[in-house]
């Protein structure tokens, strides 16, 4: 949709929501309401709770803008109610938020497609673990690391089991690759420059991606380039392979011979101060506002 249009349309910018990560939906929505206002749009908050569909219909709005992260917000359920209101959306469609977001789904999909992905298995709290350490121990349907451990010997498996399962929804148990972390941003098909994730302490977790000074970000990565093309081909296949739209960010492992590994798909990439893919859309002569501008444009219905 075209600048012009949507400067006519009233936007809301759905931020907040009820899961895990509402504090940080609440930082990247009132970024995103900032960038809005500045570029001339006629934008408005809207906390995303239960009254959504109420607030939707009072405020007269044209155009969602979401700005939510984890379950209710990245998982496809708001994006199915839009498509039910008729209100045009930013970001991937219900199946393609749906699948991201379920990570064990997401794997298979991937896997189907050929895209390389660590090694994995579902644990449904029956079956014994038959991967052997070092393990990553995952919910399958959070984001922002929320209970992920790395399990490097058989005694630490049982509570990284317990503390995955307490969030519902199935726990993923995969591979660990030793290696660099990369991520790649994607914004409708393009692939921004590749980021180098080096944590100061441990892994990327939540204290890491959300504190000052925890982590440090290389973009773009400092990696041989026959690398940085395979990674990046390997996310684009990812992005495609679940009918993503719009902005995602893939995040790989880079093994130590270079060969990438697909992690996940994150189909509404945070876009705080600290956040990935505002870094690669600036390494990649995008500006903040530009950046959201241009998330806002590929706003529509019917993703399916």
Do not use: W
């Amino acid at each position: 949709m075209r600048p012009g249009v949507l400067k006519k349309k009233k936007i809301g910018v759905l931020m907040g929501g009820t899961s895990e990560e509402r504090e940080i939906s609440l930082k990247t929505g009132r970024a995103v309401l900032g960038a809005l206002l500045e570029r001339g749009y006629r934008a408005v908050a809207i906390d995303a709770g239960k009254d959504l569909p109420a607030r939707l219909r009072a405020g007269k709005i044209e155009t969602a803008f979401i700005a939510l992260h984890g379950r209710f917000g990245e998982d496809g359920c708001v994006q199915g109610l839009l498509e039910v209101m008729g209100v045009p959306y930013t970001g991937s469609g219900v199946l393609a938020s749906g699948m991201a977001m379920d990570k064990a789904i997401a794997k298979k999909i991937m896997e189907a497609h050929g895209v390389s992905t660590p090694r994995s298995m579902i644990h449904d709290g029956k079956r014994a673990v038959t991967l052997r350490p070092p393990l990553v121990v995952k919910p399958a349907c959070q984001g922002s690391a929320i209970g992920v451990s790395i399990v490097r010997s058989s005694r630490g498996l049982k509570r990284a089991l317990e503390l995955a399962s307490s969030f519902g929804g199935g726990v993923l148990v995969e591979k660990y690759i030793e290696g660099r972390e990369i991520t790649i941003g994607i914004l409708d098909g393009k692939v921004l420059p590749t980021i180098e994730i080096r944590p100061r302490k441990g892994f990327y977790d939540y204290k890491a991606k959300y504190t000052k000074g925890m982590t440090d970000f290389l973009v773009p990565a400092p990696i041989p380039k026959a690398v940085d093309r395979r990674a990046a081909r390997e996310a684009l296949a990812a992005y495609r392979a679940l009918g993503c739209r719009g902005a995602a960010r893939v995040d790989l492992m880079l093994g130590k011979s270079g060969t990438p590994y697909v992690l996940e798909v994150n189909t509404v990439p945070g876009m705080t101060e600290l956040s990935l893919l505002p870094r690669a859309a600036q390494a990649a002569g995008m500006d903040y506002p530009a950046l959201v501008e241009g998330i806002l444009k590929g706003a529509g219905l019917n993703k399916f």
